[in-house]
């Protein structure tokens, strides 16, 4: 099997990496280091305006709906370029492969094309204070009154919700059915009466975090829920079904170049970082106990590439994609713990040095990325729940 690019995909990588080089300013850069509103600002939008006329924006979503209808391939390269910068171009955690998936045709017009071009923002509204890695445990009510549903409750960690235009939730629908059978997908506008957005400030907040920092967000909130009126028309799929609903569209969603990039940045940073540059006079790249360390790890990012390769291959082919992300989700968080250990072991007390302080590396990102390394296995599905939907659909395992 040929895992290599083809002479056309390789020229669209150099493409876009020359498109990065000539256009990605140091203005647009400090719009991303400073801005608390998601990194939008007037040379950030410009730059996605270029990037969107380039056709470069949903590739691979269909055109009927703003897209390219071109190869996932494709639309992973333009990805991982302008993730290497922080710069997010793929939808990736925007709640589309769920709409593309059980959404009506309606919702698929209203929703996919102002996804692509920025004109409507998802947060992500699952966790709940007493319901994380059980996301079943969920308790936020949304009760139907005719042709509207009530929505009481709080939700946390919810990290767009400041600038989002809606927010993608799970609410309880029927608190009498089992657990994972009572909840509904609903599709909220985030200026409907009755919702309430507080900010809770993370530990990267002060001092704050390098762009490039693996979770390196200064802000997330917590949201509430106070007698939220909205439309039956705002749900996702069937009443009472959103838990599947909910987890395939973050199986898809964990699909791509950003997500792979999550975890294995680190490996490239590190392995950039030590070529370079000395400590305490010594040459790190000439140590063979570092040398074999860091080979171990980029052998290990180059599976992380590859599982994301097999399961973008799988979704394009329309096979039956099922315990892949779930997969991903497991290997390569926890490849990115270990490379993070790796990198504090390498650099000794440096590693600890946060942006501001007079002898940080890198404006302090590796102890940033120290920071938020855990942070990884939990996001997004926790790696032991991660662990039992791998035993019981990739290997048919009875639940426990």
Not at 34 to 51: F, H, I, T, W
Request: aromatic fraction near 8%.
């Amino acid at each position: 099997m040929d895992f290599g690019l083809s002479t056309e995909q390789e020229a669209l990588r150099d493409d876009v990496a020359h498109f990065i080089k000539e256009n990605v300013t140091p203005a647009v850069m400090a719009e991303l280091e400073s801005s608390l509103e998601g990194g939008r600002g007037p040379n950030y939008d410009a730059l996605m305006q270029k990037v969107s006329e380039r056709g470069w924006v949903g590739i691979s979503w269909p055109k009927e709906y703003g897209g390219q209808g071109g190869s996932r391939i494709d639309q992973y390269i333009v990805e991982e370029e302008f993730a290497r910068v922080g710069i997010g171009v793929g939808g990736a955690g925007s709640g589309a492969p769920a709409i593309l998936m059980a959404g009506t045709e309606e919702q698929k017009k209203e929703f996919l094309p102002g996804l692509l071009n920025g004109s409507i923002i998802f947060a992500l509204g699952f966790t709940e204070p007493q319901a994380g890695a059980d996301l079943a445990g969920l308790q936020c009510r949304a009760v139907r009154d005719g042709d509207d549903f009530v929505i009481n409750g709080q939700k946390m960690y919810t990290s767009a919700a400041h600038y989002a235009t809606h927010i993608y939730m799970m609410c309880r629908t029927d608190p009498e059915a089992p657990r994972h059978k009572g909840i509904t997908i609903l599709l909220v506008p985030m200026d409907t009466p009755g919702i309430t957005v507080r900010p809770l400030w993370t530990i990267q907040n002060d001092p704050p975090a390098p762009v490039g920092t693996t979770y390196g967000m200064p802000r997330t909130n917590e949201v509430f829920f106070e007698d939220v009126r909205i439309s039956v028309s705002t749900m996702l799929g069937e009443e009472n079904q959103g838990w599947y609903v909910g987890a395939m569209g973050l199986n898809l969603d964990r699909v791509g170049a950003s997500r792979y990039l999550i975890s294995v940045r680190r490996d490239e940073d590190i392995i950039n970082w030590v070529k370079e540059n000395k400590v305490d006079g010594h040459s790190l790249a000439d140590d063979p106990a570092i040398r074999d360390k860091l080979a171990e790890l980029w052998i290990e990012a180059q599976v992380c590439r590859l599982m994301t390769l097999r399961s973008m291959s799988i979704v394009e082919r329309d096979g039956n994609f099922t315990y892949e992300g779930a997969a991903e989700k497991v290997w390569a968080p926890e490849h990115g713990v270990r490379t993070t250990e790796t990198i504090s072991q390498i650099l000794g007390p440096y590693a600890q040095l946060l942006n501001g302080s007079e002898e940080a590396i890198e404006d302090g990102l590796f102890a940033h990325n120290l920071m938020g390394s855990f942070q990884s296995g939990i996001n997004h599905g926790s790696v032991q729940v991660m662990r039992d939907q791998m035993a019981r659909r990739g290997l048919g395992l009875p639940r426990g």
